[in-house]
Each structure stands twice: as structure tokens, then as C-alpha cells.
């Protein structure tokens, strides 16, 4: 099988259920899990534009289109630097107000350790998945991506707003009781964000297709090492893990044209 890759789509079972979509295929990865499998790199990538270049960048931008889309923009890596409530085009104000103006979560979520971060509402489940979190709850809802943005800048200096990947794939997650977790964060609001906070206290929980954790990782980076192989063990975020403690990180190779083979 032969096509770029692209983040896997997740779905919220019991467990999670995991598809990518690759050139001409859709593959149920779930299935693939105890069987061996190769992955080679063409050296080829293909941007997020639809074009192919020698080089993609971050979330599967070409230089040009990192520099230029709106897709790429400021406030889409960092949501308090978003102006579209002010009416102020960063790259294409109609885009920025599409996205930037619509409901939106900052949340706490287990992810190898308690985190913060920001979502559009309307897809916090699949951002939770792809972050390989056992448990998320939502801690305040905005009418936009500033404010959100706004309340994630405060709690940066009391909470970790990345995910401990190392920590996830090894299964090193401590336990956390994400209820008493958010009235200890409510309680370092200070007023005017606190008229954000969610009333909704619903714990979010999920689990992941994984036959066995590796005691340690190792990353694997296919502009370091073009091909690999070895049996999947599992899937968690949007990791694929293999019996050799290698890791795949699906989603930070998005534009890499690859061949995939399972045997």
C-alpha cells in the first residue's frame, strides 16, 4: 500500500478504534495489532497544499504554505494571540473568524500526567483520543478561541500544557481524580475567567488497543531511518507501538509518502 500519511481517524469504543487513510486504502488498524508489518519511506513528501516537496513542516505545511495559509496561522498553535473577535486579520480574516469565533473547551486531561489545553468544542473527544488520554473533563467553555486561549496562558504556570508521551506509551500514567483536580484549578482562577468555568463535571474515559506497554521507547524518525519493521503491539494516540519498544508517531510524519506492508 502506497500513500501519504495523515493523522489516523479515531473512533470512541471500548476500545478505540483506530482507521488510516492511506492513497487508495482505509485500513481497520485494530485488526493489524499482533501482526508484523514494514513501513519505507519514498523520500517523497506531499503538502498539505495537494503538491509534492522536498520538505513538510510543522502539521504537514510546505514552507510557503507554513509561512502563508491561514490554516498555519498564529493563533492556531497559539489561541491567545487569536484577534479574529476584534475583527482583525491575522491571514484571512473570513477563514480566522470561522475558526477562531465558534465555541470552545479548555480541559484537564491524563495524558502520562495532568495536563491543560485547548479544543474546539465540538471535537474535544477526538482530541482527547489523539492524546492518548485516559480520562479528560472539561474545565471551562468560551464563546471563542482568545478566551480559551486566555485561561490556558494562566494555568501554563501552574500546570503542564504538553503531553508526556514517554510516560503514555509506557503506561506510566498516574492516577488522577480529575474532579478534585478541577476544583483545586477553579480555586487559582482568578474572577474574571472563573465566570468560564464549566458546570459540566462529566469524567471522560478511555481506553486503547494494546496488547502489551514496553518498559521503555524509542522513537522512530523516518527522515533518520527510512524503513523499519517489527509486529504492532498497540495503539495509543496517534502512536503506533511495536514489540521492539519502537514507537511511531503517525501524526508528526503527516505528507510522508510511504509504502506499508503487512505480513
Not at 485494530?30 to 513501513?39: A, D, E, P, Y
Not at 495524558?111 to 479544543?119: A, D, E, H, P, Q
Request: aromatic share 10%; charged share 20%.
Amino acid at each position: 500500500m502506497l500513500g501519504a500519511l495523515s493523522k489516523m481517524q479515531t473512533m470512541h469504543e471500548n476500545p478505540v478504534r483506530y482507521m488510516l487513510d492511506l492513497g487508495d486504502d482505509m485500513i481497520a488498524m485494530n485488526s493489524l495489532i499482533g501482526r508484523s508489518m514494514s513501513v519505507h519511506f519514498t523520500g517523497k513528501h506531499v503538502c498539505f497544499c495537494g503538491f509534492e516537496v522536498e520538505r513538510v513542516f510543522r502539521n504537514n505545511f510546505c514552507y510557503d504554505c507554513f509561512l502563508t495559509k491561514p490554516e498555519a496561522g498564529a493563533a492556531i498553535f497559539n489561541p491567545e494571540l487569536s484577534k479574529a473577535h476584534l475583527g482583525i486579520a491575522d491571514r484571512d480574516l473570513e477563514f480566522e473568524q470561522r475558526y477562531q469565533m465558534q465555541p470552545h473547551v479548555v480541559y484537564l486531561a491524563n495524558s502520562g500526567g495532568l495536563k491543560v489545553g485547548v479544543t474546539r468544542a465540538r471535537q474535544k473527544t477526538t482530541r482527547w483520543m489523539d492524546q492518548g488520554a485516559t480520562s479528560a473533563i472539561v474545565l471551562a467553555e468560551t464563546e471563542n478561541r482568545f478566551e480559551a486561549g486566555k485561561i490556558e496562558v494562566f494555568l501554563k504556570n501552574h500546570l503542564s500544557d504538553k503531553t508526556h508521551w514517554s510516560r503514555m506509551l509506557t503506561n506510566a500514567v498516574p492516577d488522577a481524580d480529575l474532579k478534585s483536580e478541577k476544583a483545586k484549578v477553579v480555586n487559582l482562577l482568578p474572577e474574571e475567567l472563573k465566570a468560564m468555568v464549566s458546570g459540566d463535571d462529566f469524567v471522560n474515559e478511555f481506553t486503547y488497543p494494546v496488547q502489551k506497554f514496553p518498559p521503555k521507547v524509542q522513537s522512530i524518525n523516518l527522515s533518520k531511518t527510512t524503513s523499519f519493521a517489527a509486529i504492532l503491539a498497540g495503539i495509543r494516540g496517534q502512536y503506533l507501538i511495536f514489540n521492539t519498544g519502537q514507537v511511531f508517531n503517525v501524526r508528526s510524519h503527516e505528507g510522508y509518502l510511504v509504502e506499508l506492508d503487512v505480513f
